[in-house]
């Protein structure tokens, strides 16, 4: 499954350059012109990566930054900040409110890329490795084979894509909305009951070596992949 990185930036030459290369490194993007935007792709589907410019019109980007920073479904979101400004206090403020990285403009695109690559690196392994680990359960996204417990696991591919991106968040939890717009994509219709379906389905493949059941249902908010 494709990292999914929300590019914040009112320069539409600047977004649609960084949208470009973003997609040529095998990303799935979004772009937000504005803060109101921006805030409102966050809601409807939590990237895994953004990249914010700090100068946005509406909400600026440092406000943003501090509001995703309060929300527990979005306080760990990687955050590159994006600015003209130079000046070390200007650095230091936005890393202070929650940044990750901080890179100027004019940008090298290839340094930028790098950064990117760094941060989900540092803060997201499992989504720049093959082989994703959460408790007893390997997952290897080259072979799409899935092991419990040093036993093999049979899933079909929906349910192996389920289960892949439960293990890039684990403990996260997902409402079933969330989780359609994840794994089936947002341009698909799928009834949100379906998801009920290959959770049942998932589970029950997880269990079939024994063991317990790694798939949490939290009453009224979805489902998460314990990690304990």
């Keep these: 499954m494709k990292p999914f990185i929300?590019?914040?930036e009112d320069e539409q030459a600047v977004s649609e350059l960084l949208r470009y290369n973003l997609e040529a490194e095998g990303y799935e993007t979004a772009i937000a012109n504005d803060g109101d935007e921006a805030m409102l792709l966050i809601d409807e589907r939590i990237p895994d990566l953004m990249l914010l410019d700090w100068m946005l019109p509406k909400i600026s980007g440092i406000?943003?930054?501090r509001r995703v920073r309060t929300r527990q479904e979005t306080?760990?979101?990687?955050?590159?900040?994006l600015t003209a400004r130079t000046e070390e206090a200007d650095r230091i403020r936005g890393l202070?409110?929650?940044?990750?990285d901080y890179v100027t403009k004019p940008f090298s695109t290839n340094e930028l890329m790098a950064r990117v690559k760094a941060v989900l690196r540092r803060i997201r392994p499992a989504l720049m490795d093959d082989r994703i680990?959460?408790?007893?359960i390997q997952i290897d996204r080259s072979t799409h084979s899935v092991m419990r417990g040093?036993?093999?696991i049979h899933l079909g591919p929906t349910e192996f894509r389920l289960l892949e991106y439960f293990a890039q968040h684990p403990?996260?939890?997902f409402s079933r909305e969330q989780l359609l717009d994840g794994v089936w994509g947002s341009d698909v219709y799928v009834e949100a009951r379906t998801v009920?379906?290959?959770i049942g389905r998932l589970r029950k493949a997880l269990m079939s070596q024994g063991g317990n059941n790694p798939i949490r249902t939290v009453r009224s908010a979805g489902y998460s992949l314990r990690v304990d």
């Design 196 to 198: 009920d379906v290959h």
């Design 150 to 152: 040093g036993k093999d």
């Design 75 to 81: 306080a760990n979101l990687p955050i590159i900040m």
């Design 96 to 100: 202070e409110t929650g940044a990750d």
């Design 63 to 65: 406000e943003i930054c």
């Design 171 to 173: 403990g996260r939890v």
């Design 133 to 136: 680990e959460v408790g007893d």
């Design 6 to 8: 929300v590019i914040a």
